[in-house]
């Protein structure tokens, strides 16, 4: 089967650090994606990874290990901005699409 | 500006009339596809696009139809809409349908209310 699981909500304090991870169970990997969505607007892209490691991008950093099936998304020097949705996304070859999880919601404190 | 752009943005119908939302991209976009987003249930594709005249279902097709008679298009078409419809949609395209470093670009939504 094909399944993304992600916390439903997190919450955090402004200036301070955060980890939303993702594991996932797909027919063939082409990617994994990281999307921020706030309430009632599109999602925006923030970071792709198809090689394990860890790819950096300003304030947002996201690591993959394909062998455990397993992502993370950092972010650093939390903001209010950055309470939203975020979604991870796996681009299944075997299927053709984009598969994503239901998200986990961040709400950052003062 | 390189955007994805759907029409309307909210509308309200009632059972059974016909409905059509349009969505268009002008990035010369090969992979289009319709996702509908339900509380706790995330982002789940209706139908995609690979190209021109190619089109296939995704997860959640039925009571939904879609037709790519030109690359820049790709309208989503309630034949028959019933309540269990009304749900936020999103339209979105990406370069190729390889889905390799292929960041799909999203309209803003149509919010749909079907009574």
């Known amino acids: 089967g094909q399944n993304i699981d992600q916390p439903t909500e997190m919450t955090a304090t402004e200036g301070a650090i955060v980890q939303i991870n993702c594991t996932y169970q797909?027919?063939?990997?082409?990617?994994l994606f990281w999307y921020q969505q706030h309430a009632g607007e599109a999602p925006t892209f923030l970071s792709y990874?198809?090689?394990?490691g860890l790819e950096e991008k300003g304030r947002f950093s996201s690591f993959l290990s394909r062998s455990k099936g397993y992502s993370y998304l950092l972010l650093k020097e939390l903001q209010m901005k950055d309470s939203a949705s975020y979604l991870c996304?796996?681009?299944?070859?075997?299927?053709?699409?984009?598969?994503f999880g239901a998200g986990t919601r961040l709400a950052v404190h003062p | 500006e390189a955007q994805v752009t759907q029409n309307p943005r909210y509308l309200i119908t009632v059972t059974g009339k016909k409905l059509t939302v349009t969505c268009s991209q002008n990035?010369?976009?090969?992979?289009m596809s319709w996702y509908r987003q339900d509380p706790g249930l995330g982002l789940r594709q209706i139908y995609y696009?690979?190209?021109?005249?190619?089109?296939d279902k995704g997860d959640v097709p039925e009571g939904y139809k879609v037709s790519r008679k030109e690359k820049r298009n790709f309208p989503l078409i309630l034949e028959s809409p019933s309540p269990n419809q009304t749900s936020l949609y999103f339209c979105?395209?990406?370069?190729?349908?390889?889905?390799?470093?292929?960041?799909?670009?999203f309209g803003d939504g149509t919010r749909l209310s079907i009574l």
């Open positions: 979105a395209s990406s370069l190729s349908w390889t889905g390799f470093n292929q960041p799909q670009h």
């Open positions: 696009s690979m190209n021109v005249e190619v089109t």
């Open positions: 996304a796996v681009f299944s070859g075997g299927y053709n699409k984009l598969i």
């Open positions: 797909t027919s063939g990997f082409n990617g």
């Open positions: 990035m010369n976009h090969e992979y």
């Open positions: 990874n198809v090689l394990d």
